[in-house]
């Protein structure tokens, strides 16, 4: 027989109307195949949870969940830990204004922006191979040393495709540089100095 949503409350408001202490009195009950506890057997099993806000009412008692000490109101604010989003880069998941700059194949430190500068902002590299053995790619943080964020070489991609390279990152020394070898290009997309 199947329990249908609308008997279920019609049965816990009838027992529940009947009781002093507001808990509403029936057995365990079975929603398809799954038993589901109500009334005094939920209330037993249940864990209490109260949520930290910043309402001064709010009790600073300490109980547990699940064997754990958790901290509720006032005592949970106090021991929270602020964070701070930075404002320099996008959050995560969210598509920044940016500028892009393409860099032909076989450059060498090819400066993105302008003039680039110290805390430039780069996103992504879209890699695009002009065969199946492209050369490498590599950016540099100012003078800093090379790294290389594609190998390249013979056979290294199976398909004509572009390949994007998330970087997400902000220079520290200087203008980003992008190095690529023969045979593939790169559109660098982010925020670069004019």
Do not use: C, R
Not at 24 to 43: I, N
Not at 107 to 125: C, E, I, K, N, P
Not at 129 to 156: C, E, H, L
Not at 166 to 186: C, F, L, Q, R
Request: glycine share 10%; charged share 10%.
């Amino acid at each position: 027989m199947k329990l249908h949503l609308l008997d279920a409350i019609t049965g816990l408001w009838a027992n529940w109307k009947g009781n002093t202490d507001g808990s509403a009195h029936v057995a365990l009950t079975k929603v398809g195949t799954v038993a589901v506890a109500a009334g005094p057997a939920a209330k037993a099993a249940a864990i209490p949870v109260t949520m930290a806000t910043d309402q001064p009412a709010q009790d600073s008692n300490i109980t547990k969940v699940a064997g754990a000490a958790l901290a509720l109101g006032a005592a949970a604010k106090a021991a929270a830990i602020p964070v701070t989003m930075a404002t320099d880069q996008p959050p995560l998941g969210v598509k920044a204004p940016g500028d892009y700059e393409t860099v032909a194949a076989s450059q060498a430190d090819q400066v993105l922006g302008a003039t680039g500068a110290a805390g430039d902002y780069l996103d992504q590299l879209l890699l695009i191979p002009a065969n199946a053995n492209p050369g490498a790619v590599s950016i540099k943080d100012g003078a800093g040393a090379a790294i290389t964020v594609f190998a390249g070489g013979a056979a290294s991609v199976a398909v004509l495709d572009a390949i994007p390279v998330p970087i997400h990152a902000t220079s520290a020394a200087g203008a980003w540089k992008v190095t690529t070898g023969a045979d593939v290009s790169v559109i660098a997309t982010g925020k670069f100095t004019a």
